[in-house]
């Protein structure tokens, strides 16, 4: 799996180079492409995550929920979450989590973390068949093999979407190009894994597990 994951992410690295829930706190805003404000409170947490992360999964598993409905539905805390892309499903899974109005993003994000073990699954033990079409042809092409492979249609239907929808975001580079240029600028920042946080946009050393966090969130709010 790891060597799977290690060539599709040096594979990306080139692109990256090339391209310069009603109980939950919706998204108020999707100030930047690939990029979800959640809440209004006065402390910004700033949220880096990537779908093919196995702890990304396992913090959406563990404090997801209790993250949006508890503190961010209150006048504390402002959850801004960020898309750091490591290979192409991540970038395929993070396109189609940003498909849509800025509102059905917690349901797209919830479901592509809840289903991460199957998608992932299916992919890692592609063919070499399946491996070549994810390597050749437009990225358009790529995505859209990536996403009949992982089951990422039959997903997106279970949320409403019809498949011509999901096309058309898979089909958008420019929301390509923002989720890599984005991930760049991140890794500039300091940014070295995922899942990692910031609180008014400092980087909280040792903290990507959610009894970590709500440590720190708790002291602080």
Not at 50 to 79: M, N, W
Not at 135 to 146: F, L, N, P, V
Request: charged share 20%.
């Amino acid at each position: 799996m790891n060597s799977v994951l290690s060539r599709l992410a040096g594979a990306f690295a080139v692109l990256i180079m090339t391209i310069a829930a009603p109980a939950l706190a919706q998204p108020v805003s999707n100030p930047q492409p690939g990029v979800h404000v959640i809440g209004k409170g006065a402390t910004k947490l700033t949220e880096y995550v990537s779908y093919t992360c196995p702890h990304c999964a396992h913090f959406e598993e563990e404090g997801g929920e209790a993250l949006r409905s508890v503190y961010a539905s209150t006048d504390k805390l402002q959850i801004v979450v960020r898309h750091l892309v490591r290979d192409p499903f991540d970038l395929t899974a993070a396109m189609l989590t940003n498909c849509g109005a800025a509102t059905k993003f917690n349901r797209n994000h919830s479901l592509f973390m809840r289903e991460q073990r199957n998608w992932l699954g299916k992919l890692v033990k592609a063919t070499q068949a399946q491996r070549n079409r994810y390597d050749s042809g437009s990225y358009t092409a790529r995505r859209r093999a990536i996403a009949q492979d992982a089951g990422f249609y039959d997903m997106m239907r279970t949320l409403g979407y019809q498949r011509a929808e999901v096309d058309k975001c898979l089909a958008d580079e420019a929301m390509a190009a923002a989720l890599a240029e984005k991930t760049k600028s991140y890794v500039d920042l300091g940014v070295r894994g995922t899942p990692s946080f910031a609180v008014d946009d400092v980087l909280l050393a040792g903290t990507s597990d959610w009894q970590s966090l709500k440590f720190q969130l708790d002291l602080r709010l």
